[in-house]
């Protein structure tokens, strides 16, 4: 069974177009996290929820607007896609906040054409 | 500026042979930690080790801590074709709140 599953894991789309991507976690995990990953392989935090609750923002364009529905999931709806947002997003759930072990999700590789 | 840093960006070795990473960090932490990305994969977590601790092992894997460098050695033994990865330090530190913060990576390369 997938700890963390994100959808979809390949996402190609034009400028401008809205997209969203989906996280879940079974692991019964309080903290949830978004990471975008880029081109040099260089992680940065977006957001991060605990019990459905923002925690962390992030400098992040206000295109980017985070979800969660449950504890269990976390979603990011991203509004008028530019090409500087081509990247992996990971998904990402810990025990608890703070620095804790966290477990990634496999990535959605985003590709703004 | 990045708080993890890591050193050297790429190594490449023959298989059986150690491979060292190295990391250093600005702040004070609270923990450092070493997590493993195969190629299109997400990460992995390999070890933590706290701020009071010094050396920790697990398996094949080696980390050491020297907080007053500010810097953290992730070492494996015997490496195999299937250690081929990039390797990323993260750093928990009072001063980043309730996050981890990321180096760059080493991408190791394992020749068989």
């Known amino acids: 069974d997938t700890a963390v599953s994100q959808t979809p894991k390949y996402l190609v789309t034009q400028m401008g177009n809205d997209k969203s991507i989906k996280c879940e976690q079974n692991l019964g995990h309080d903290t949830m996290y978004w990471y975008k990953q880029d081109s040099k392989k260089f992680l940065k935090i977006m957001f991060s929820y605990n019990n459905k609750e923002l925690i962390i923002n992030e400098t992040v364009p206000n295109r980017f607007s985070p979800k969660s529905p449950d504890k269990a999931h976390l979603n990011l709806h991203i509004n008028s896609l530019e090409l500087g947002d081509s990247a992996v997003y990971f998904c990402?759930?810990?025990?608890?906040?703070?620095?804790?072990?966290?477990?990634f999700g496999p990535g959605t590789r985003l590709l703004v054409l | 500026s990045q708080q993890g840093e890591e050193d050297p960006q790429a190594l490449s070795i023959q298989e059986g042979e150690n491979a060292t990473m190295n990391c250093s960090y600005k702040t004070s932490i609270n923990n450092l930690q070493w997590y493993r990305q195969n190629s299109g994969r997400g990460l992995v977590h390999l070890i933590l080790i706290r701020s009071n601790e010094r050396e920790k092992h697990s398996g094949r894997l080696r980390v050491t801590l020297d907080t007053s460098k500010k810097s953290s050695s992730l070492l494996i033994t015997a490496s195999r074709a299937a250690d081929t990865a990039s390797y990323f330090c993260a750093t928990d530190a009072p001063i980043y709140g309730n996050k981890l913060v990321f180096g760059a990576g080493t991408i190791l390369r394992v020749k068989s």
């Open positions: 990402a759930s810990s025990p608890r906040t703070g620095g804790e072990t966290q477990y």
